[in-house]
């Protein structure tokens, strides 16, 4: 099992980001299940002020390319990520239109 870590910041407004988490406290069933579908065992979001933090827990065949390619041709994903883009915005260092940037492991016990 392969495991990632990832980071996202949110809009700096106090209303957007309780939207944001009450959103996280009910997803969408069919979000769930393309997270699940793609090989994603385990997935969590943490949040310091408005920075996000999420690690996940995939197969050993999980990849992020066809994760990608099934999330483009899902009209509910592409609906739920439209609607977070509300809330979210790019890491200062992030490219054009991406959204979660992969962290590097620097340390570990």
């Known amino acids: 099992m392969k495991k990632y870590a990832l980071a996202l910041d949110l809009k700096d407004d106090e209303n957007l980001i309780r939207q944001y988490e009450e959103y996280h406290q009910q997803v969408w069933p069919?979000?769930?299940?393309?997270?699940?579908?793609?090989?994603?065992?385990?997935?969590?979001?943490?949040?310091?002020?408005?920075?996000?933090?999420?690690?996940?827990?995939v197969t050993d065949d999980f990849s992020f390319e066809a994760k990608a390619a099934a999330d483009e041709v899902n009209p509910k994903v592409q609906e739920w990520e439209k609607l977070m883009w509300d809330y979210q915005q790019a890491?200062?260092?992030?490219?054009?239109?991406?959204?979660?940037?992969?962290?590097?492991k620097i340390f570990s016990l």
């Open 30 to 57: 069919e979000i769930l299940e393309s997270i699940t579908a793609s090989g994603i065992q385990n997935m969590e979001i943490y949040r310091t002020g408005n920075r996000l933090f999420m690690t996940m827990e």
């Open 91 to 104: 890491l200062p260092n992030a490219k054009p239109g991406e959204k979660w940037i992969l962290m590097d």
